[in-house]
């Protein structure tokens, strides 16, 4: 029988597909300020470019605003693409504003929230900056599913702390035996659910190899394979 009354979803990479919005968002910005033309070329020898120094910055995120993030990185990577970072201020908000308002579901994500919708309460925990998760959820069409939704960066936790999984639990209005957690990480999600002692779906379309220190209690490749659990 199945115990589960609530189920509380990642969002980046497990119901959004965040790498897709952000190159995007990226290519769409470089063109309509001419940075790179429309070939292939272009766009990869920036990417090369823009990537390492992004997650540079994006490691150290929890001490820099939305603005800094957004606006360093791109002072960095202009700067070594042209030698010339004037732009920096421009690119950074019209990228900004251009990733808040794209959305690409991964496989199956839309149908998934609309059948568990029906009979579980459902939540949301995801690390980033409230600004971008609310303004992507509302482009998407799907703010309106959850029951429960808690941002780091409003909250003033991420995951894998598990004081950000008690409040969705206390949020949700049932006990931590009756959640499931569904996620794409094994660092934030599974230690996370693990930490706050819930039941973790781990979910892995990639098919990337698990080390035997993980064992979640379910392993999915597709978002549709949900309904066979819940």
């Known amino acids: 029988m199945n115990i589960y009354k609530a189920i509380i979803f990642d969002f980046d990479n497990t119901l959004i597909n965040y790498n897709r919005c952000e190159q995007d968002a990226l290519r769409q910005t470089l063109l309509t300020h001419q940075i790179i033309d ?3 070329k272009s766009w990869n020898d920036f990417w090369k470019v823009y990537d390492p120094i992004n997650w540079s910055y994006w490691d150290r995120r929890h ?3 939305r603005t800094e993030l957004t606006l360093f990185t791109f002072r960095d990577a202009l700067h070594a693409y042209l ?4 732009l920096a201020d ?9 990733f808040c308002n794209i959305c690409h579901f991964e496989p199956g994500a839309h149908d998934i929230l609309t059948y568990v919708s029906s009979s579980y309460r459902i939540g949301m925990i995801t690390n980033g900056y409230g600004e971008s998760q609310r303004r992507r959820l509302r482009a998407c069409g799907i703010d309106g599913f959850f029951h429960s939704l808690l941002i780091s960066d409003e909250v003033g936790v991420n995951k894998p702390d598990s004081l950000i999984f008690e409040m969705a639990i206390e949020d949700l209005k049932v006990s931590k035996e009756q959640v499931l957690f569904v996620g794409d990480s094994l660092n934030d999600d599974y230690h996370g659910a693990q930490n706050a ?7 892995n379309p990639f098919g990337k190899t698990i080390e035997k220190e993980y064992t979640p209690l379910y392993h999915i490749h597709d978002l549709s394979q949900l309904r066979m659990i819940v």
Do not use: M
């Open 83 to 86: 030698g010339d970072n004037q």
């Open 63 to 65: 001490t820099l605003t």
């Open 38 to 40: 429309d070939q292939e």
């Open 90 to 98: 421009v690119l950074a908000e019209s990228y900004w504003d251009t």
């Open 197 to 203: 002692g819930i039941d973790f779906c781990f979910y």
